[in-house]
């Protein structure tokens, strides 16, 4: 079957940089994808990685390696907005809709 | 262009009860999607469909109907409520459903069921 994994809460100060990782477990790999909700918000997409490396999009990056399935996303100059909740995602192999982690919550300190 | 809208905002029914929560996407996508959303989880599939007039189960179909007769309105209905049914439904649309399809979601209906 699969499987993602991902911290539950990362702590980080303002104007810093923070690191969300994921990990996965998946029979077949297509991609991974990192949405981004704020409270009582809808999802939003940020990034999608199908190859090893390195995207990056203004302040966020997201990072791919698939020989470790692992994955993660890094956000820059960290501001007061960016606290939220932080989803990787990949596709099932079989009816090939997402699947999603349990989410990571970004709390930003001052 | 309003994206994708969900209707009701908010909802608590008795146990038993029935009720429908409607999609409505104005970006003539052609793919839809319901999910569930429970505290400390994430996103759960409950049903999707590809196209105009079709649908499909997803991970956590049971005591779900869902509808796609038009191509921007897709139907999610709870014929007999239950608690374990009181979650945050979102609905989402994409393109095409391929590799880097892009999900956009509507604001999401909080159901309370008692």
């Known amino acids: 079957g699969q499987s993602l994994e991902q911290p539950s809460e990362v702590t980080a100060v303002e104007g810093a940089i923070v690191q969300i990782n994921c990990t996965y477990q998946t029979s077949g790999f297509y991609g991974l994808s990192w949405y981004q909700q704020h409270d009582g918000g809808a999802p939003t997409f940020l990034s999608y990685n199908a190859l090893d490396g390195l995207e990056e999009t203004g302040r966020f990056s997201s990072f791919l390696s698939r020989s470790d399935s692992y994955g993660y996303l890094l956000l820059q100059e960290l501001q007061m907005k960016d606290s939220a909740s932080y989803f990787c995602?990949?596709?099932?192999?079989?009816?090939?809709?997402?699947?999603w982690g349990a989410g990571t919550k970004l709390i930003i300190k001052p | 262009n309003a994206g994708v809208t969900q209707t009701p905002k908010f909802r608590v029914l008795k146990t038993g009860q029935s009720m429908t929560l409607l999609c409505a996407q104005d970006m003539n996508h052609e793919y839809m999607y319901w999910y569930r959303q429970d505290p400390g989880m994430g996103l759960r599939l409950i049903h999707y469909s590809v196209g105009e007039g079709t649908t499909a189960k997803g991970e956590v179909p049971d005591g779900y109907n869902v509808s796609r007769l038009k191509k921007q309105n897709f139907l999610l209905g709870l014929e007999s409520a239950a608690p374990s049914q009181t979650s945050v439904y979102f609905c989402a649309s994409s393109q095409a459903g391929g590799h880097s399809d892009t999900q956009y979601f509507g604001p999401g209906t909080r159901l309370t069921v008692l």
């Open positions: 995602a990949v596709r099932d192999h079989s009816n090939y809709q997402l699947i």
